[in-house]
């Protein structure tokens, strides 16, 4: 019994939409102490981070109904799902961080030019700054107002960290999304607390101004990752030059492939998509042999990034045909024929048409009086004679500055060079 109780809470500790019920009721929780302290020490800055606490409760709420969207399963209409209607809360959040950290940051400057009244006069005569809200406290509201706001603090900071590390298990990006939001929360709750220190225990009100600056420079950059990551999925960005680029070396060395001549990658939700040409020789027997071996190198590559799932199309194309003409010296006697030992010796010279290394067509040809300048016009780039080719022969020279080199041939038997005449001249 013990032990089963242990596996529900386990699997409810993992469960997405029960994260998000306990986010909901940390809004809650967040919001009813902050308003309620906020007030009652006159502290805009409190109590306006709890109606912004309120907020995060509708985009809580939003998060959970997000997620049941993504996990609907795939129809013919929506081939890889819906996991994609994540990402317009991705970037939502990720706007909405921006705007935040320029709100913050417009509260910071604010509070900087009020510690020099002649400048904030000046600049208020050109821009319509909003009004300081000065913290107001006693050493009878101190207390409530570290308790709540130190609270808070850490709250969103262990909840943040939670949400993210469940979203990123579960691949649910809205609520990455959400948790980075929470954590940005932790961070600007943090500076409220160094304001409550600063201007209660070092009468240093100004303190919490330039560390607001940099926590707005914080928060606006988190929102960027979010909007730019979510913009990219939106539009089908490829997941990565560095992953595409391993990718093609992963499957170039998978026996059997020749080459990618074409691949195309994007993100759905957290399943990487590969679209990919492969160029092979390899038959129809073989095709699922390398299939699987490029599937198996990919899959465990791209599971290794931050990929929940890896989903590969793959097209095998024949590589273009590769011609070369070769000829081989022979002497004919009647009905036999050998190879000869040098060009000089034949009676015939056998022209054969090779493709991906198989001959394809030969033909048999007397051999003229100008036999070097035949094989030129014939354009025979190698031929073969039945000799040591090791010792430069009589017609190497002639034949090397044609362009056309002279090889061995293994054998003077024409049938063991798999060499069938097709006619004779």
Same mark, same amino acid.
């Given at each position: 019994m013990l032990e089963q109780i242990k596996a529900k809470l386990s699997r409810a500790a993992c469960d997405p939409t029960v994260v998000m019920a306990l986010?909901?009721?940390m809004y809650l929780a967040k919001a009813a102490f902050k308003i309620t302290v906020g007030t009652h020490i006159h502290s805009p800055m409190i109590a306006g981070d709890g109606y912004h606490n309120l907020a995060d409760l509708l985009e809580a709420a939003a998060v959970i109904v997000v997620i049941f969207v993504s996990m609907r399963p795939s129809t013919q209409q929506y081939p890889f799902g819906r996991k994609n209607v994540e990402f317009f809360t991705s970037l939502a959040i990720g706007l909405g961080l921006l705007a935040m950290s320029c709100q913050f940051a417009l509260k910071s400057v604010v509070g900087l030019l009020h510690m020099a009244p002649e400048l904030d006069t000046a600049v208020r005569a050109v821009l319509p700054l909003p009004v300081h809200e000065q913290l107001m406290m006693d050493s009878a509201t101190f207390p409530w107002a570290l308790a709540v706001t130190a609270c808070s603090v850490i709250l969103s900071f262990v909840v943040g960290r939670y949400q993210v590390a469940i979203g990123r298990k579960s691949g649910h990006a809205s609520m990455v999304a959400d948790g980075e939001e929470t954590l940005s929360d932790g961070t600007i709750e943090s500076?409220?607390?160094? &304001?409550?220190?600063?201007?209660?225990?070092?009468? +240093?009100?100004? +303190?919490?101004?330039?560390? &607001? +600056?940099? !926590?707005?420079?914080l928060i606006a %950059?988190?929102?960027?990752? +979010?909007?730019? /990551?979510?913009? %990219?999925?939106?539009?089908? #960005? /490829?997941? &990565? !030059?560095? #992953?595409?680029?391993?990718? %093609?070396?992963?499957?170039?060395?998978?026996p059997g492939v020749l080459d990618v001549t074409e691949l195309k990658t994007f993100q759905v939700g957290h399943i990487a998509v590969c679209m990919m040409s492969v160029t092979s020789r390899a038959g129809a027997l073989a095709v699922p042999h390398v299939k699987y071996g490029i599937e198996h190198a990919v899959e465990c590559y791209v599971l290794a990034q931050e990929f929940k799932e890896c989903e590969l199309h793959i097209r095998f194309t024949r590589p273009d045909p590769q011609y070369r003409r070769v000829a081989f010296a022979a002497i004919k006697e009647g009905e036999l024929l050998v190879i000869a030992p040098s060009l000089d010796q034949a009676t015939h010279l056998l022209i054969c048409d090779q493709e991906e290394g198989e001959f394809v067509r030969i033909k048999a040809e007397r051999s003229p009086a100008d036999s070097v300048s035949f094989l030129v016009e014939k354009r025979v780039a190698q031929l073969y004679v039945f000799a040591d080719c090791g010792q430069p022969g009589p017609e190497d020279d002639r034949l090397s500055v044609r362009g056309i080199s002279v090889t061995a041939a293994v054998s003077y038997l024409p049938s063991v060079l798999g060499l069938a005449v097709e006619r004779d001249s």
């Open positions: 986010v909901i009721l500076v409220t607390v160094a &304001g409550v220190l600063g201007e209660y225990l070092l009468h +240093l009100p100004w +303190l919490e101004y330039p560390l &607001g +600056l940099i !926590v707005a420079f %950059r988190t929102g960027r990752e +979010l909007f730019v /990551s979510a913009w %990219r999925v939106l539009l089908q #960005h /490829s997941i &990565g !030059v560095e #992953h595409e680029s391993r990718i %093609r070396e992963l499957t170039r060395q998978v």
